[in-house]
């Protein structure tokens, strides 16, 4: 969607190492998610933000963790402890409220070396 | 938690023939949304429906949600290739993230052969 970027698009990640995904809007929506999504599976919420400086474990938290500094960013971090890491990331954000509908990114592939 | 249940997981169909989806749940919703997945692509929004026995169109696209409101369907007329892809509700609460957050199904994946 229009208003939210991801990158890279691209991510490639050795053993023991940590990697950032970012993510930026400029729909001036307060809420954001992480989603994780597996081959043919559906999404798992990995975190979400409903304002600045706040954030809340979704259902598949462990090995990964985010900031929320600005209201426009919520960048991801894979840690080394998320041992499974390689899926496809999406980031999403919304007005919130009953009934708004979610907005993605493009979204992050990453694998493993 | 709020879960929602869908149906089927994977749908083959010849071009041309119809389709169609289901979402069940075990409580009343308030509202429910549609997305439609392209092949390597994310998410994009289509349809919410919030009021009982609601039906909507989009060209060949149906959306209905049911007299309960526990229950939703999808239903695209005469497929094209370009119908291809995944097709998720979502529906507020649960674990997707806090009190007006959305909870998705795990998704139809439409596969056509022409």
């Known amino acids: 969607d229009g208003g939210i970027t991801q990158s890279p698009k691209y991510l490639f990640r050795k053993e023991g190492q940590n990697v950032t995904l970012s993510c930026e809007q400029n729909l001036n929506h307060d809420a954001m998610y992480w989603y994780r999504q597996d081959p043919g599976q559906g999404l798992r919420l990995i975190y979400y933000?409903?304002?600045?400086?706040?954030?809340q474990k979704g259902d598949i938290a462990e090995g990964y963790s985010v900031s929320r500094e600005k209201k426009e960013s919520f960048p991801l971090t894979v840690t080394s402890a998320q041992k499974n890491p390689t899926a496809f990331y999406l980031c999403?954000?919304?007005?919130?409220?009953?009934?708004?509908?979610?907005?993605f990114g493009d979204g992050t592939r990453l694998s493993i070396l | 938690g709020q879960q929602v249940m869908q149906i089927p997981q994977y749908q083959h169909v010849q071009e041309g023939e119809d389709f169609t989806t289901y979402c069940n749940s075990s409580?009343?919703?308030?509202?429910i949304q549609w997305y439609k997945q392209r092949p390597g692509g994310h998410p994009v929004f289509l349809i919410q429906l919030v009021k009982s026995g609601e039906v909507k169109k989009q060209k060949r696209l149906t959306f209905q949600f049911g007299e309960a409101k526990k229950n939703s369907s999808l239903h695209i007329t005469a497929t094209q290739t370009t119908d291809v892809g995944t097709y998720f509700c979502?529906?507020?609460?649960?674990?997707?993230?806090?009190?007006?957050?959305?909870?998705f199904g795990k998704g139809t994946h439409l596969i056509i052969q022409p």
């Open positions: 979502a529906v507020p609460g649960g674990s997707g993230g806090g009190a007006d957050g959305l909870t």
């Open positions: 999403a954000s919304r007005q919130r409220g009953y009934g708004q509908p979610q907005h």
């Open positions: 933000s409903q304002i600045v400086n706040d954030f």
């Open positions: 409580t009343t919703l308030s509202n």
